[in-house]
């Protein structure tokens, strides 16, 4: 059975920080790609932050140089450091493979941000 269990969220003034943690099973955790996908008020889901099985990592363009993905594959984790934080980045965040399993998406944390 599939479960993703976020944690780290919280509010923080613009140019803050925080360090988001997924907690992942029966996922193939150490074969598939892992993504940090967030949803912002009145907007879709959108994947920001991607890390494949051999460490190769990718951003959208809108958090590159701020966000940084990373994955440990003993505590089957992934990471999302955040830095320089701003206010668009205000959204509930979540953890899935890449591409995602739709029916396994869990309760995600919720990430404000305030100016």
């Known amino acids: 059975q599939v479960q993703l269990v976020e944690s780290g969220g919280g509010l923080v003034q613009a140019g803050g920080s925080l360090r988001l943690s997924c907690a992942a099973s029966g996922i193939g955790f150490s074969i598939n790609a892992m993504g940090w996908y967030r949803r912002a008020p009145g907007k879709q889901r959108e994947l920001v932050a991607r890390?494949?099985?051999?460490?190769?990592?990718s951003y959208a363009d809108s958090v590159r140089g701020r966000l940084t993905i990373s994955r440990d594959f003993a505590k089957n984790t992934v990471y999302l450091q955040m830095n320089s934080l701003r206010p668009e980045d205000t959204a509930v965040y979540y953890c899935?493979?890449?591409?995602?399993?739709?029916?396994?998406w869990g309760p995600g944390t919720q990430v404000t941000v305030s100016s």
């Open positions: 890390i494949n099985g051999s460490g190769s990592r």
């Open positions: 899935n493979r890449d591409p995602p399993l739709p029916t396994s």
